[in-house]
């Protein structure tokens, strides 16, 4: 097996064997780091001994000795005996086999449950999800968010501190708790997604490797409960808005806007498996806010060109997202939606209600800068998209931003 395929079984493992050790040892914090080492042994010596018959067994029994080993260590850098008690060594345990079938899947949904728990902070469910389940290394995930390593290390550590301070069990919400803690999951994919799909900072347009880990996430947390709408919703979502990124951004990395790019260059597969998804989804019922931008991602996506679009279904979309989710962002969109349909004047009359909660979001002042261009007020514009430039921390959005203006001076 190439040492690509060996990672990338590694990285697909992880959550299942750190869920098995939490699940029957506890310790979340230092059975990470058992994972860790595990892994790490696996990633020498598999590419040179082959890959064991069973790989997570092999990683259970070597992460499970380590665990051991490190708890251990712990007990002896405590002198109390008060504190000494409360630990439980994996060997005072009835050990799990190896190659336990059931539940393994489970496992991983509640690691992911446990990471992006409420009490947890959104930066710390993000760090801690791409950590524990995600599998990446702290530098990894440092990098993808532009942070030094050791910040981030901090983050991590705090989370998983809180985590084992809290007492929290190892098993699976229920009831209400379970809905709202699913609620949690997925806005934390849906955050991961939408940095890595348009980098809130910095010098690149993308960060594929957060967008693409969000997907896998999310295709994971969909094929341990196919029928839940809003888990189809949000995977779709993601599907259909990440075939376009192949056209957004030209040669040199400047953004290309959605009505001027060349849909030769979209994802026909991604759009395809999207649009089944969400079409499977919607007529089950419960229709969530996931389903309906998903919904509204399809009409863009089957549209042969920017001309085609159906932008009344658009806006009507955007009226019962609207409903059940009034955030600002979604009214910004229902304005945009809305202009098309009705004319510029119409959406620039509704961003006036946008200028309290959204006044220092570049985005509303690139919308306004673009319905007041497309109204014929040129000036008007051009200190829009400048007032929009100076409110972004993406130098690719920058750039777009003051050529826009230039363009119009």
């Known amino acids: ?134 599998g990446l290394t702290t530098a990894e995930i440092a990098r993808a968010f532009l942070v030094p390593e050791a910040t981030m290390t901090r983050r991590i550590t705090r989370a998983k501190q809180t985590i084992k301070d809290s007492g929290l069990a190892f098993s699976m919400p229920s009831g209400p708790e379970r809905a709202e803690r699913l609620g949690v999951v997925l806005h934390v994919l849906y955050l991961i ?88 989804a919607l007529p089950r019922g419960g229709t969530g806010p996931y389903q309906l931008q998903a919904a509204i991602a399809a009409v863009h996506d089957e549209a042969a060109s920017a001309e085609d679009t159906d932008w009344p279904q658009i806006m009507a979309l955007y009226g019962l997202l609207l409903r059940i989710s009034g955030t600002p962002m979604v009214a910004l969109n229902h304005a945009v939606a809305v202009a098309m349909v009705n004319g510029p004047q119409a959406g620039l009359t509704l961003l006036t209600e946008l200028d309290g909660p959204l006044s220092e979001d570049h985005r509303l002042h690139a919308v306004r800068a673009h319905l007041l261009e497309l109204a014929g007020d040129r000036a008007g514009a051009r200190g829009c998209y400048l007032a929009a430039a100076r409110r972004t921390m993406s130098l690719p959005q920058q750039r777009y931003l003051h050529a826009r203006a230039a363009r119009l001076g």
């Open 1 to 134: 097996m190439l040492e690509r395929d060996v990672e990338d079984l590694l990285r697909r493992s992880a959550p299942r064997v750190l869920g098995a050790l939490v699940r029957r040892y506890g310790h979340f914090d230092t059975a990470e780091d058992a994972v860790q080492e595990a892994l790490l042994a696996a990633a020498v010596q598999w590419p040179k001994d082959g890959v064991p018959d069973n790989p997570p067994a092999w990683l259970i029994t070597v992460a499970a000795r380590r665990l051991t080993d490190l708890l251990r260590a712990q007990q002896a850098r405590r002198l109390r005996e008060d504190t000494v008690a409360r630990w439980t060594l994996p060997d005072g345990w009835l050990a799990p086999a190896a190659d336990r079938q059931p539940g393994d899947s489970d496992d991983t949904l509640i690691l992911l449950f446990l990471c992006c728990h409420p009490s947890l902070s959104a930066a710390s469910q993000i760090a801690l999800t791409l950590r524990a389940v995600g």
């Open 193 to 280: 997604f939408n940095e890595g799909y348009a980098s809130t900072s910095g010098p690149s347009l993308h960060r594929p490797e957060l967008s693409a880990e969000a997907i896998r996430l999310a295709r994971l947390v969909h094929g341990l409960l196919p029928g839940d709408g809003e888990v189809a919703g949000l995977l779709a979502l993601m599907l259909l808005t990440d075939a376009r990124r192949p056209a957004r951004s030209g040669p040199d990395g400047a953004l290309i806007p959605m009505a001027e790019q060349d849909r030769s260059r979209w994802n026909a597969g991604l759009i395809a498996e999207g649009v089944r998804l969400i079409s499977a």
